[in-house]
């Protein structure tokens, strides 16, 4: 008998739109430089749109190094496409922070959440 992943996945989406808050997340990348005129050529951008809930690290979590007091951790729906890259902007609010870290939870293969680390600036 095998575990049936999507449905978890769609039920973690419709808790997090249910209980969570709408969630932007942006990506910009620059064109290519063009050393003849000094400039970078026309970019890219990129935006998904899930649900999510910001929650604190926990004291013990917070190391100094790798996690910094005021980190968030941001738990995300997997929307199709979006893999939380480090300094991608992530809008929660009036608020923005910056993707430090992100994994995908995705047991057999089936992503089901997304764990994000966020930091301000």
Not at 92 to 98: S, Y
């Amino acid at each position: 008998m095998t575990f049936d992943y999507d449905k978890t996945a769609a039920t973690a989406a419709r808790l997090l739109a249910k209980f969570g808050a709408p969630v932007t997340v942006a990506r910009v990348t620059p064109g290519a430089y063009d050393p003849e005129t000094g400039t970078n050529g026309a970019g890219s951008s990129e935006t998904w749109s899930p649900s999510g809930v910001k929650l604190d690290y926990t004291a013990k979590e917070i190391d100094g190094t790798l996690i910094l007091a005021g980190d968030q951790r941001v738990y995300m729906s997997a929307v199709a496409g979006l893999d939380p890259q480090p300094g991608d902007a992530v809008t929660l609010g009036a608020d923005v922070w910056r993707v430090v870290k992100s994994r995908t939870l995705a047991p057999a293969g089936v992503a089901v959440l997304l764990d994000v680390q966020c930091r301000k600036g």
